[in-house]
């Protein structure tokens, strides 16, 4: 049993050497194309006058409408500018011919076939007048004959329509030659749809596709595609072994067919032949040279644009793009065939699992399914973001304190003793203002007595040490010499603080801390900087007597 590698690396190997022998097939782009096809009926109504000069001269008129060749065709304007084959309005059999057969075994009672092949009588005298009926027209005809083409086209709607005539334009000199044709009614709106025109068949095409129709079209008679390889790629011929599947394309309408690149999705050629006219590939270029010399230049229409705007999401499978798109198409043309083809396939398929434009609806998950389904990465990657925000709370909470722990302890003392006071505040009886009050002042004050500078206020100034400062906590002379003389505020370890230069001049520094007149006047303790009440002689905290 050969080993899996072995048989892989043999596919490999068959998959390289079939390479090569591979081209590209239709895949759906031919629809760019498609409503543009069209199906070219033609017919001759032909007025033939017989002469009977035997005896008495008689003219005996008639008239005969001839059904000639169908086949199909292409749109290249919005306004009904269509390209077909030379032969499917110009046939090769003669309508008068026709015509001289029906009159003549009308009118002489024989037997004549009513075709197109010129016949022979054994009665000399009626065969030379029946020769002479034939055309072409001479001076001893007895036939006078006068033909008129009238050509119908059938663009691929639904519902279909009646038919819309058309003029002919141009026709070659060859049955193969393209044809211009123009409607005269039906494409006065220029919204008929049409189909992209190419400039040539490129040397890397290898196949093309042939739109047939077969019939005149609708719904449930649309174009009909089949691919026919060229030999070799980018020429002007098909493959000998294809040839017997195009004749009976073309005996089934194919004359006059648009030649697809459905690489590009463009027409790159028309297709002619059956009968007894050679199978022939006409190319663009000729067919644009035909539309050149009738003053015509293929172009697409709004009805187009709209269209292949449609088909861009339509082929990507967007479906619920593209319905509101194919809709604003069929506004524009209610009778586009292949617009409302495509709608009712997006519509069908619309937020279904072929929609790649549908949006997924959220569906609940069971728990199971949610506990098992979540990785063990989410975890870790919960936990670390949850350590993470720990050490930052951590080192924003260390922060505080120590910013909290800068503030010098003599601060908190003094708050401490302070809220210690206000729970005793009765007992300690304080000074108004304007009480002269003897043995209130410092050690070393002069004048009266006045306001002294509350420890925790000292502390924010001069710091800790000089809150237990006399000379510091003395307040400043309010009269007398001293008071316009610099005070120095350097406590005891030598450390001086330099006047600050925002304040005005004239304003003591340091600052007037006492407190707002009308409020009681308050005295702390040299020794350790407690307030002190009203006639106390010693500190009720530290026990030093109250200098007097």
Known sequence: MPRLHSLVAGLGATA????????????????????????????????????????????????YDVDLDGGSGFTVTPDGVIVTATQVVQSAQDPRVYAANRVFAEYFKVKVPADFKRHTLDDADLDRRLQGCYPPQKSDSTCIATVTTNVTVYPYLDPPTGGLPAQILTTGTSPAAP???????????????????????????????????????????????????????????????????????????????????????????????????????????????????????????PVDVVFENALASYHNKLY?????????????????????????????????????????????????????????????????????????????????????????????????NGAHL?????????????????????????????????????????????????????????SGPAAHAPVDPSPAGGHSHPPDPSHPQGRSYPPDLSPPRGQAQLKFCTQCGMRLGQGHRFCGFCGNPVDQ
């Open 179 to 301: 044809a211009v044709l123009k409607v005269t009614k039906g494409g006065e709106k220029q919204s008929l749809p049409t189909a992209p025109l190419g400039t040539a068949i490129a040397g890397t095409i290898a196949s093309l596709d042939v739109m047939t129709l077969t019939g005149r079209p609708s719904a449930k008679l649309p174009p009909k595609l089949d691919t026919a390889h060229l030999d070799p790629p980018g020429s002007r011929t098909f493959k000998d072994d294809e040839r017997e599947k195009l004749a009976g394309l073309l005996a089934e309408g194919a004359p006059g067919a648009a030649l697809i690149d459905d690489g590009r999705s463009e027409v790159v050629g028309l297709l002619a032949g059956g009968g007894d006219v050679p199978l022939t590939i006409t190319p663009a270029d000729e067919i644009r040279t035909a539309l050149v010399g009738v003053g015509i230049t293929p172009r697409r229409g």
């Open 16 to 63: 390289v050497l079939a390479a090569p022998m591979l081209h590209p097939h239709p895949s759906g782009s031919t629809d760019r194309v498609t409503p543009g096809a069209v199906r070219v009926e033609s017919s001759s109504t032909v007025s033939v006058t017989l002469l009977d000069d035997r005896g008495v001269i008689k003219q005996i008129a008639r008239k």
């Open 320 to 416: 619920s793009n593209a319905a509101p798109v194919l809709e604003q198409v069929l506004k524009l043309r209610p009778d586009h065939a292949v617009a409302a083809d495509h709608l009712r396939v997006a519509k069908a398929k619309a937020g279904t699992a072929e929609d790649s434009g549908a949006k997924p609806s959220a569906r609940p998950v069971p728990a199971e399914q949610r506990k098992s389904t979540v990785s063990p990465l989410v975890w870790a990657a919960g936990g670390v973001v949850v350590l993470v925000l720990l050490v930052a709370g951590v080192v924003l909470l260390r922060r505080r304190n120590a910013a909290g722990r800068a503030v010098p302890e003599a601060q908190d003392l003094a708050h401490a």
């Open 422 to 478: 206000d729970a005793h505040h009765d007992a300690y009886p304080v000074s108004h203002p304007g009480a002269h009050q003897h043995g209130d002042r410092p050690a070393g004050g002069t004048g009266d007595a006045g306001p002294s500078w509350p420890p925790y206020a000292v502390t924010r100034v001069f710091g800790a040490e000089a809150a237990r400062s006399p000379e510091v906590m003395q307040p400043p002379p309010t």
